[in-house]
């Protein structure tokens, strides 16, 4: 892994070693069922952060959400409670 520094941002990427670089476009092979170390640490944990939001956790972060929609700049105290409720809820 390294990073890049901008003025803006910093950009994370990943280089794949010469000898893992097969498959008919130069992206894997599309037959392997190993997991990568990139897919390991972010894919994976973005996919079940995803899905807590929209399925086990959607009712408390919807709540959050429309909160935040009804009192703009005050929903971050307003809407604090709310925010740590759907929190926990990610934590179980």
Request: with cysteine.
């Amino acid at each position: 892994m390294g990073t890049v520094f901008s003025k803006r941002q910093s950009v994370e990427f990943a280089l794949i070693p010469s000898e893992e670089v097969s498959g008919p476009l130069g992206l894997g092979d599309p037959e392997s069922n190993e997991i990568t170390k990139v897919e390991e640490e972010s894919l994976i944990p973005a996919l079940m952060h995803d899905r807590l939001r929209t399925k086990q956790c959607a009712e408390l972060w919807d709540g959050w959400s429309n909160c935040t929609k009804t009192y703009y700049w005050a929903a971050i105290y307003i809407c604090k409670t709310d925010f740590h409720k759907a929190l926990e809820c990610n934590k179980k």
